[in-house]
């Protein structure tokens, strides 16, 4: 049936609304597809960060099973116990720099996985689109979130970081990310006491025993790493004298930022 119009500009407004509204019907199918390949995309980065982790643990049983004490001392092959001080000085730094160097490398994978895992977790859970995506992609990033960080947060905590509309987005994302982290063994590195061993104890964070990449010092003259004090405060003994009107007050330790991102960069 035709719809008939008395006035003309009547039928050119109609046919613009109609148009507006076939241009975002578009783009939010647009965007759907996106937000499915992004999803897929983040799920082969995890499972791919899974194979990367089982290779290297079975690496490291081979390493060393190859480097010990035993071998240091058979090195030529004819079991001559007579070698110099200077030559076993030197393998043993050799075998403590390559278990360095797999330490590092594993906290490299550590926090490619975190970030793959916890943006995955956010969008695909949500079912949002892309632009909706991108907004809690930038604000992982910008707070330094990791998986540790992660498995501390809070129902109100994911409210309060995400800015959620509802509640129930929080819980959903709560239950889903303990359950991925699970999964595959997010936590894993932290008990690892490799790493602790080969990394500066002021380095680490006292809240999550993990390299600091923002290092700041609170009221209590202690440093810790930006995101787990902002997450985690409350654990600090008299965390009250941590505030001032209510807010927590830090400042940036520039010369320690400094010192582990030149340690980092050598390590490389």
Known sequence: ??????????????????????????????????????????????????????????????????????????????????????????????????????????????????????KYTTSHNLKCNKSKMNQYNQIIKAKNIDGLSLLKMTKNDWMNVFHFDMFMQACVLYDSSHQICAKYSMNMFNSDE???????????????????????????????DRPSFLIQYQKIPNYCSLMIDGKLEFYTDFVLQQKIQQFLKESE
């Open 1 to 118: 049936m035709q719809v008939m119009y008395e006035n003309p500009m009547e039928k050119l407004y109609n046919i613009s609304i109609e148009k507006n509204r076939m241009i975002e019907n578009e783009k939010g199918n647009n965007d759907e597809r996106e937000s499915s390949k992004e999803w897929k995309e983040r799920e082969r980065q995890i499972k791919s960060y899974e194979k990367k982790l089982k290779e290297w643990n079975e690496e490291k049983r081979m390493e060393l099973n190859v480097m010990n004490w035993d071998d240091i001392w058979s090195f030529d092959d004819t079991n001559n116990k007579q070698k110099t001080l200077k030559e076993i000085s030197e393998k043993e730094k050799s075998i403590q720099q390559a278990i360095h160097e797999k330490s590092l490398e594993k906290i490299k994978l550590k926090n490619e996985m975190d970030e793959a895992t916890l």
């Open 194 to 224: 490799s790493i602790s061993q080969n990394i500066p104890k002021e380095y680490l964070c006292p809240l999550s025993n993990s390299i600091m990449k923002d290092p700041v010092i609170a009221l209590n003259r202690k440093t810790y």
